[in-house]
C-alpha cells in the first residue's frame, strides 16, 4: 500500500518559522491531489493547504492564507509545508493526505484516500 510520512514539527516561538515534508512511496505516488490537514486536542480535523496536479493549483485556508505556503519536489517525492508568522493558534498535529482521483483541490478530510501519521507543531506565546 502507499504511505506518507510526515516530518519537520517541532516547538517554535510566535512569529517563527517551520518546513513540514511530507515523503511519498508506493500508491501514493500516483496520487492527483496532496493536503496538509491539522487536528489540536478536542478539536476535529481542520483543513489547511491542498494541492492539485491539475494545473498546479493551490489553495489555502483563510486562517494561514499568506503565511503558509505548500510546494512539492518531484524528484523526492516529497510535498512541504512552508510555515512563517507561526502563532499559538497554530498549535496541532499536523497531517498529509493524499487522493488518487480528481482534477482540483480538496478540502476535506474524507476526501482524501492515504494519510500519513502526523507531525507535532507547538507554538510558544
Known amino acids: 500500500q502507499g504511505q506518507l510520512v510526515e516530518s519537520g514539527g517541532g516547538l517554535v516561538q510566535a512569529g517563527g518559522s517551520l518546513r513540514l515534508s511530507c515523503a511519498a512511496s508506493?500508491?501514493?505516488?500516483?496520487?492527483?491531489?496532496m493536503g496538509w490537514f491539522r487536528q489540536a486536542p478536542g478539536k476535529e480535523r481542520e483543513f489547511v493547504a491542498a494541492?492539485?496536479?491539475?494545473?498546479?493549483?493551490?489553495y489555502y485556508a483563510d486562517s494561514v492564507k499568506g503565511r503558509f505556503t505548500i510546494s512539492r519536489d518531484n524528484a523526492k517525492n516529497t510535498v512541504y509545508l512552508q510555515m512563517n508568522s507561526l502563532k499559538p493558534e497554530d498549535t496541532a498535529v499536523y497531517y498529509c493526505a493524499a487522493r488518487e482521483r480528481g482534477n482540483y483541490y480538496y478540502t476535506r478530510a474524507t476526501e482524501y484516500d492515504y494519510w500519513g501519521q502526523g507531525t507535532q507543531v507547538t507554538v510558544s506565546s
Open positions: 494541492f492539485s496536479w491539475s494545473g498546479g493549483s493551490t
Open positions: 508506493g500508491r501514493t505516488l500516483g496520487s492527483r491531489a
